[in-house]
C-alpha cells in the first residue's frame, strides 16, 4: 500500500491531452521521484495532487483519502505540505514568523479566531519554531525580513516552514530549478539530511538528472503524459526506453 | 414597443459617455497598467473646456451706442465681443452659437498636453507602484483637478448651449411609423451618439492600422515581450495616455448641452466608468464600449416607470447589481482576457 | 500591562494621557490671542479627531493588515448612524443601547457586504465594495425613506415613542442624548488666566471608546490572528498551502473595521442625533482611505494622528478667509500683501481641499509610509546627529 496512490488519472487542456491514464504510486518513507522531458505533464500532475487542478478521469487517494475536490488549505491539513519553484514565503514577516505561521496552521487548523490571545504568550509555538530554526541552522536570521533573504536561504525557510507541520508528504517542484551548482549540492544535502532526520515521504518533480539520481529511491519516468517506466535509479539509467524519451535532451 | 425604442434612445448617449471614458480607462490600464482613478476629472476638464472656449469666444469691449439710450436717456452701453470685429457680426454670432462643437478643436491639443504631463509628470513614477498606490495618488490628483476647477469656475454648474441648429428633439417614432410625439428624442442627444461613434472607430482603427497601433495592441497582450523587442515603451505609453486623455475630454466637450458641467460631475462618472470596465473585462477595448452602451441602455429601461414601480428604487442600483453578478459570475468581465488581475 | 509588551504599554499610556489631557492640550493660546484661531481644544473638533481616529483604526485593521482597500467603508458608518438614531427615537436617549445597537447593525451589514466582496481581490474588491457602497448610498436617498428620512436626514422628533424614557420630552423641547443621566452636551468650562478650557461629556465619553478601540487594535496587532492577516497580504498562495484558509481571516477583519465603523457612527449620532445619507457616500470612504495613508497604514498609532491632522486641517483651514489672510500679512507693503494674499487664498477657505488633495499626493509618493514613516526617518537622521542613542526617543508605532 503506498501513502500516494493515483489511478488512471487524465486531464485533458481542450484539445490537448496532458495527462492520460497515469497510474503512480508512492511507497511511505521513500523519495520517489518523477521525471520527464518538457511538456511530459509533470507539472500538471503535480497540480492535480494539491488541488489546484481537478482531473477529469481516475482518483488521488491519500493515507486512504481522495483528495479530489479538496481545496489547497485542506489537502495540506491532510499532511501533505508543498515547496514551490520559487520560493514561496511570507515576504512582508520575519523569518521567525515565517515558522510561526505553519506551526499554528498545524495546531488550530485552516481557521481560528485567537485575536485575544498574543503571539509572545504561545510558548509551545515559539519552541518549535525556534527548534525548526536552529535545525535548518537560521536561528540567527530569526529576525530578517524574509524577502531580503538570499535565494538560498528563501529556499531553507520554505522547507523550514513545510517541515515545521511534520508533512506525511513533502512534495517538491523543481526545488533546484535556476540553481548554481553550488547551491543544489546545499539543497541535495539539505534534503538528505531531512530524510534521514525523521520519517517522511518525499515527491520530488525535477529536471536536473544530477538531483534525482543522488536522492531518489524510486523513479516514475513520465512522457507524452504517460507514465513510461518506474523502477530504482539504478535500472532507471540504463533503460532504453528512458534513453529514447530523453532524445535529444539527455545527461542533463 | 414605443416605449421601448425611446428608452434604448435615452441610454444611448448616457452610454456613449461611459463608453469614451470607458475605452480611455482600458486603454491606460490594458498598456501602462495602471489605475486610473482620475479619469473622471479628465472627462469633468474637457467639459471645462468648452466652458472656457465659450468665454473666451463672448470676450467683449463696450462699445457706446449713440442711437439708443437707457432709461436714464444716456446713450446705451454695448458690450460686443471682439469676435464681432474680427469676424463680423452673423459669423461672430454663428461662431459663438457653435461655441460647444468648435471646442472640440480647442480641447484636443490642451487634453493631449494636460494627459503628457500628467504621465510624465506622475503616473510614469507609479508603473512599479502596487495598484493600491496607483488608485491612492491618481484619487489624489482627481481631488486637486477638481479643486483648481472650482477654484476658477464657482462650484455651481454652467448651463451650455447647443447650437442652435441641434435645439429641439427630432420625432423618431413618425420615421418608423408611430404615432408622432410618441418617441421624440432632442437632436444634440443624437449628435452626442454619432459623435462618440466616430471618435470610437476612430481609437479602433487607429489601433488596428497603424503601426504604432500594433505596437500598443501587442503591449496589451503581453507587455513585457514587447519591451524585450527593444521597442521604445516609454514614449508610446505617454502618446497611449495623451489619446486617452483626449478622449474623455472630447465626451466631456460633447455632453456640456446635456449636462451643466460642474466640476464634481468627473467623480459620478467615474465611479460608474469603473463599473462599465469591469463589466465589460478589465483590459478589453470592445468589451469597454459594450458594456459601457450595454449599462447605460440597461440604467435607462430601469428608470421607466413600469419598473421602478414593481421594483422600488431599480433605477438607482441597477448598474451596481449587474456589476455585482458579473464579478461574482465571471470575474473576467464579458469579453475580458483570461488571467488579467485575475488572482 | 493588560498584556501588552513594554513597548506597546509605553505608546498605550502616551495614547490614554493625550486623549485625556487633549482639552488643555490643544489650547495651547490663551483665547482672546490672534492665534487662538490655531486653538483645537473645543468639543466639536475633539469629539471628530476621536470618532474619525476609531473610524480609521477600524480601517487600518482591514486595509493596514490585509492590503484589501476598500472604497465603501463610508456604507456602515451610516448604517450605525442611523441605527442609533433609531434606537434614540424608539428605545431611549441613553447613549449606550445607541451605540451598542449601532456597533451590531454595522457588523451584520459588513458580514453581508464582506461575504459577497472578498470573494475577489485586488481592485476588483475595491470596485465591488464601491458598488455596495453606492448602492447604499441610492438606496438610503431613494426607496429606504421610510428608515433614513431620504434627503433631510433622520432626526428626533417629539412624537418618537422612546419606550423607556418617553417622558422626558413633556417640556415640549427635543430630547438630549444622555449616559444614565449625564448630558452629552453637559461641560465644565475652566478659565485660567487668559486660557479656557472646555472640559466636555461628549468628549469624554468618545475618549473611553477610542482608548477601548485603540487598546482592541493593539491586542489583535499582536495577535496570532494580526499575524495571518498579515501573512495575507504578503502571499495568499503560500497560506493556502499551508493550510490556512484566507477568506475567514478576512472576513473577520473586515467585519471588525465594519464593526469600528459603526462605533464611529454611533458616537456621531450619540454627540449629535442626525444621520443622512451623505455619511455614506463614496468620497466619505476615500477620507478615511486618505486619513490611514497619511498617517502611516498598518501602524497602530498612524490612522489616529491622520484623523486627527486631517479634521484639524478641515477645520482650521477651512475658517481662513481673505480677511483672516490680510491681517496676518498686514505688516507687508501693500503690493506685496495683496501679492501674497491672492497666492495662499486658493489653498485655504473654500478651497481647502486643494490643500488636502495636494497633501495627499505628496504622502503617497514621496512618504508611502505616511507620518509615521516621516518620524521614523527624522528620528533616523537625529540618530545618526547625535553620538548618544539614549537621548533618541523611539520612533512610535
Known sequence: MGILEVKNVGKRFGGLKALDNVNLNVMENTVHAIIGPNGAGKSTLLNCLIGKLIPDTGSVMFDGQSVLGRKPHQINQMGISRVFQTPEIFGDLTVFENVMIPIFAKRDGAFRMHAIEQVTNEQDIIEAAEKMLIDVKMIDKRNEHAASLSRGDKRRLEMAMCLSQQPKLLLLDEPTAGMARADTNNTIDLLKEIKASRPITMCIIE?????????????????????????????????????????????? | MESIILQILTGLDKGSAYALIALGLTLIFGTLGVVNFAHGALFMIGAFCAVTLHRLLQFSHVVIDETQTDFLGNPRKIEVPYIYDWLGEPLGRAVIDWSVPLAILFAVPVMILIGVIMERGLIKHFYKRSHADQILVTFGLAIVLQEIIKAFYGANPIPMGAPSAFVGSFDFGVLVGFDVNSVIYPYWRLVYFGFSMVIIAAVFAFLQFTTFGMVVRAGMADRETVGLLGINIDKRFTIVFGIAAAVAGLAGVMYTPILSPNYNMGMDFLVLSFVVVVVGGMGSLPGAVLAGFLLGILQSFASMSVVVETIPGINQVVIYLVAMIILLVRPRGLMGRKGVMED | MLGLTRKDTILFLIVIAM??????????????????????????????????????????????????????????????????????????????????????????????????????????????????????????????????????????????????DGVAAADGSLPVANFFGVEMRDSLDVALGGWSFTFNAGYYLCAVFMILAFYIAIRIFRSPFGMMLRAVKSNQQRMSYTGLNPRPYTLAAFVISGMFAGLAGG????????????????????????MTILGGMGTLIGPVLGAGLIKYLENILSKINDNVLHQWFSFMPDGLENVIVTLIHPFVGKGWHLTLGLMFMAVVIFLPGGLVQGGQKIAALLRRKKADPNTVKQPAE
Open chain 3, 19 to 164: 486623549v485625556i489631557c487633549a482639552p488643555v492640550l490643544l489650547n495651547p493660546f490663551p483665547s482672546n490671542s490672534a492665534l487662538a484661531q490655531f486653538n483645537a481644544g473645543y468639543p466639536d473638533l475633539m469629539q471628530r479627531f476621536l470618532i474619525f481616529g476609531i473610524f480609521a483604526i477600524g480601517f487600518n485593521i482591514l486595509f493596514g493588515l490585509t492590503g484589501y482597500l476598500s472604497f465603501g467603508h463610508a456604507a456602515f458608518l451610516g448604517a450605525g448612524s442611523y441605527a442609533g438614531v433609531w434606537m434614540f427615537k424608539l428605545l431611549s436617549m441613553n447613549v449606550l443601547p445607541a451605540i451598542l445597537v449601532s456597533i451590531l447593525v454595522a457588523g451584520v451589514f459588513s458580514v453581508l457586504i464582506g461575504f459577497v466582496s472578498l470573494r475577489r481581490s485586488g481592485i476588483y474588491f475595491s470596485i465591488l465594495t464601491l458598488a455596495f457602497a453606492q448602492m447604499s448610498y441610492a438606496l438610503a436617498y431613494s426607496v429606504l425613506t421610510p428608515i433614513t428620512n431620504g434627503e433631510t436626514g433622520l432626526q428626533l422628533s417629539l412624537n418618537d415613542p422612546r419606550i423607556l
Open chain 3, 267 to 290: 458616537l456621531m449620532v450619540a454627540m449629535d442625533p442626525l444621520a443622512g445619507a451623505e455619511r455614506m457616500q463614496w468620497t466619505r470612504s476615500g477620507e478615511v482611505v486618505l
Open chain 1, 207 to 252: 529536471h536536473d538528472m544530477h538531483v534525482v539520481f543522488s536522492l531518489a529511491e524510486r523513479i516514475t519516468v513520465l512522457a507524452q503524459g504517460t507514465p513510461l517506466v518506474e523502477d530504482t535509479p539504478d535500472n532507471i539509467k540504463g533503460h532504453p526506453k528512458v534513453k529514447e524519451a530523453y532524445l535529444g535532451e539527455a545527461a542533463h
